[in-house]
Structure formats: structure tokens, C-alpha cells
């Protein structure tokens, strides 16, 4: 037979290609921390006292124990790199490792910074946790975002002793502002969201907690402020009213502001009317204006209020009278119901003339819970009725940090590190206006700085 001839082999060409280098990745725990080698590291050397005192020829380093914990500088994050020499002592062979540097979150790949840049991001500037999430992510750091959830848990769950003495020295105020102001949390079912509230108090030494309750029924009030005796400022709603008058030692105070909405409300259907009361509720701000101008206090201010305040609120309960005798000034008109909402509360509005210590309004308690409604533009709602909780711990602190003039990171990275030691029965020394007089000349700091 005939051979076949050979085949030819099929054509070929070189190819040629660049792998990407896998770049190196540092896993920490299960939480999952991984990072680049383009993220910022500072290394820490780590040293032990026992095993230095062990003499040179007595010892021998044989390897190096690394680790990681995730920092952050106020717009940027760091590794905190610990390098923790390993030793094998000559003598009798043992191997001695210098420990880890203690922590605030046990067994945590979080630094005591970033915990504390954490939630001043979340509750000072409401930047929820998922954008926070992707912050790290552009900045090369991969997490696990239920990492920072938990980290944001624990950490505030610290800080409740702190709130629990704040709430004790506030009840101690001759007089208080309270309020209350929803929140969603919690699921009464899928697709529906439970309406709680947080029930902020404000004390006269300018500090506030925000306490949650399910619901905003009168029992809260009384659960709250327990056995208080004093003066209680609020807005009209009945159940502080209520409190007052099933407590003996509880002057109620209303406030002026709220009064003068109604009629600010009703400016469309009687223009000329409100002009008149409006010019009169005016003219008492006014007075108070002064009274800050001067600094007035005490008696002094007892007695500007006397002399300019109290005639004012005389002149308008006549107005209001003369109101009530018009005989076109029907039941459904909304300056009515202003009128009627006032002479209610005639006794309760009087009271700042009889006392300098009460507020013509509570406006600053007001002031003090608007990152409440400002946080919630933001994340909208806590999932669980424990968080509502922890978001009225932190908010109690940072709000009071800000009335007391101390920084919020500041404050946070030093009592983070310093509660777990402290001793419970002088906690009050930790809260922000006994911290800023005892710790903030020279409050602790992160390994970061």
C-alpha cells in the first residue's frame, strides 16, 4: 500500500499574557479584616517587661507573633501593625510570647480610634454604617459590614453605666425640660414598622439622656423620672400635667413657645387678631433677650420679669378673654382652639414669672434632640427595639458632649479605654461634665497617636 503522508501540525502562536500579582492579604480573625498593601500601616513594637528582664545570653529570639488591629484618624484609616517578639528561654526551653496589647473589645480587630470615629460618623454626622462600609471598602479595607454593627453594639453597651449616673444627676435638677419624639423600630410585621419613642430629659447643669419607650403612654413619664421633686418644663401634652398633679413635690411648667404656634397657625383665618397676641408674646422674648443680654440672675431677674414680664401676661389673658366674648369666634376656628389651648394652661404658663431658674419655653431641650430627627433622615430606623436603646445611650452622651463643650472623638477614646477599670460607684466621674474638669487636660489616647 500506498503511506500516507504525513500531516501537517496545526498552526500555533504564542501568546503571552501578565498575571496580576495576588496582593498581599493579613486575615485577622473570623471577622474577616483584610487589607492591601497600598493601606497604611504603623508598626508597633511590643515589648514585655518579664521576658526583657530575662538577660540577652539567657534568651533567644526565634520568630515574631503579628497582630492587626484596624485604627482610624479623623478621615482616614490605618493598620495598627503590633509586632510581638516570640522568645525560647535557654534555660528550660519554654517559648515566651509578649502578649497583645490589651483592647477595648475583647479578641477585636478594632482599635479603641476607630470605635470611637465610628459612632461619632453614625450619631453625630449620621453616616450609617453601610456608607461607612463602603468608605472602607474605596479605602482598600475589607469587612464584614455585621462587623461593624457588632463593634457599634458593644461599644455602646460600655457607655450605659456612664448614661444610667448622667440620668441619677439630671433627676437631681431643681428644674427640667422633658419631651418625647418618635421612632421606628422594631417590626410589628413584615412590611410594618413598630412606632416607639425616645423621651429626652434635660437637667440644669446642661446635660440630657434620651430614654426609649414602646409607646407614649402617661405611665413613661412616671417611669422615668420616678420620685422627682422639683419643677417639670414640657410642652402641652397631658401626661406631664398628669405626673404633676399625682406628685406632690412637682411644680409643672409650660412652655411659650408651644403656646404661641397656635396662634402662628392661625394667622391665615384671623390675621388681625394674631397680630395683636403675637406683638404681645413678642414683647415677652424681647424682655428675655434682655435678661441675657444683662446676665441678670436670681432676684434681679425676679424682679426685671416682675416689673416687665408680668404685665405683659396680663395684658394677654384679657386679650384672650375679650376672644372668647366674640360672638363670630366659632369652636372650629383655629384661633379658638389657640385660645382654649392657653387659658388650659393659665397657671402652668405663669410659672416662669414666680421662678428665675424656669425657661420661658423649652426650646433647648428642643435644640438638645435634633440629631434625633436628623438621624433618622438618614438611617430611618433602628431594626430592633434594643437598638432604639442604644442609639438614646449614645446620643445621651454626645448630645452632652456638645452642651458641655468637649470634643465627641476625644471624649470617646478615652473613656472607651477607661470604664472597664474604673470603679462602678464613681462612674459620674466619666459622664462629659465631671469628664471635662477632671480628664480632658490630659485624656487617654489610641497606640494611633
Not at 496545526?10 to 501568546?15: A, C, G, K, L, R
Not at 455585621?146 to 456612664?162: E, F, G, Y
Not at 410589628?188 to 434635660?202: A, D, N, T
Request: some cysteine; overall charge positive.
Amino acid at each position: 500500500g500506498v503511506e500516507a503522508p504525513p500531516s501537517k501540525p496545526p498552526p500555533s502562536e504564542t501568546v503571552s499574557y501578565k498575571r496580576r500579582k495576588k496582593q498581599r492579604e493579613a486575615a485577622v480573625n473570623d471577622t474577616g479584616l483584610r487589607f492591601g498593601e497600598d493601606v497604611p500601616r504603623e508598626i508597633i513594637a511590643v515589648k514585655d517587661p518579664e521576658i526583657e528582664a530575662i538577660p540577652e545570653e539567657r534568651r533567644e529570639c526565634i520568630g515574631e507573633k503579628v497582630t492587626y488591629r484596624l485604627a482610624q484618624r479623623p478621615g482616614s484609616y490605618v493598620i495598627l501593625e503590633y509586632t510581638r517578639p516570640v522568645y525560647k528561654v535557654l534555660d528550660d526551653l519554654s517559648i515566651r510570647t509578649t502578649p497583645a496589647p490589651a483592647n477595648v473589645l475583647e479578641r477585636s480587630a478594632a482599635d479603641v480610634s476607630f470605635l470611637a470615629g465610628m459612632l461619632v460618623d453614625k450619631f453625630d454626622y449620621h453616616l450609617p454604617l453601610y456608607r461607612q462600609h463602603q468608605r472602607l471598602r474605596q479605602a482598600g479595607i475589607q469587612l464584614s459590614r455585621t462587623s461593624l454593627t457588632n463593634w457599634a453594639s458593644q461599644a455602646i453597651d460600655l457607655l450605659v453605666p456612664l448614661v444610667d449616673a448622667q440620668h441619677r444627676h439630671v433627676l437631681q435638677s431643681r428644674v427640667l425640660a422633658m419631651d418625647e419624639t418618635p421612632i421606628k423600630a422594631g417590626r410589628v410585621k413584615k412590611g410594618k414598622m413598630r412606632q416607639g419613642y425616645f423621651w429626652p430629659i434635660y437637667g440644669e447643669a446642661d446635660e440630657i439622656v434620651f430614654r426609649y419607650a414602646p409607646s407614649r403612654e402617661h405611665r413613661h413619664v412616671a417611669a422615668f423620672l420616678g420620685g422627682y421633686q422639683g419643677t417639670l418644663l414640657s410642652d402641652g401634652y397631658e401626661a406631664y400635667a398628669t405626673y404633676a398633679q399625682r406628685n406632690q413635690g412637682v411644680i409643672h411648667a409650660e412652655c411659650w413657645a408651644h403656646c404661641r404656634r397656635g396662634f402662628e397657625h392661625a394667622q391665615t383665618y384671623e390675621p388681625g387678631a394674631c397680630a395683636e397676641v403675637l406683638a404681645l408674646i413678642g414683647a415677652l422674648y424681647r424682655h428675655e433677650a434682655i435678661i441675657r443680654e444683662r446676665k441678670l440672675e436670681g432676684e434681679r431677674k425676679l424682679a426685671y420679669r416682675t416689673e416687665h414680664s408680668e404685665p405683659i401676661v396680663h395684658a394677654f389673658w384679657q386679650w384672650c378673654d375679650q376672644q372668647c366674648h366674640r360672638p363670630d369666634l366659632l369652636p372650629s376656628n383655629p384661633l379658638a382652639k389657640a385660645v382654649q389651648y392657653a387659658r388650659s394652661r393659665q397657671a402652668s404658663l405663669q410659672v416662669f414669672l414666680s421662678d428665675p431658674q424656669v425657661p420661658i419655653d423649652a426650646n433647648h431641650l428642643e435644640r438638645g434632640l435634633r440629631p434625633i430627627p436628623m438621624g433618622k433622615k438618614n438611617y430611618l430606623f433602628a431594626w430592633t427595639e434594643i437598638g432604639a436603646e442604644r442609639i438614646g445611650v449614645i446620643q445621651s452622651l454626645l448630645v452632652t458632649c456638645r452642651l458641655q463643650g468637649v470634643d465627641p472623638y476625644t471624649y470617646l477614646v478615652d473613656v472607651l479605654q477607661r470604664i472597664s477599670e474604673y470603679p462602678a460607684k464613681q462612674v459620674i466621674d466619666l459622664t462629659p461634665r465631671v469628664w471635662k474638669t477632671k480628664f480632658a487636660d490630659d485624656p487617654m489616647k489610641s497606640d494611633l497617636a
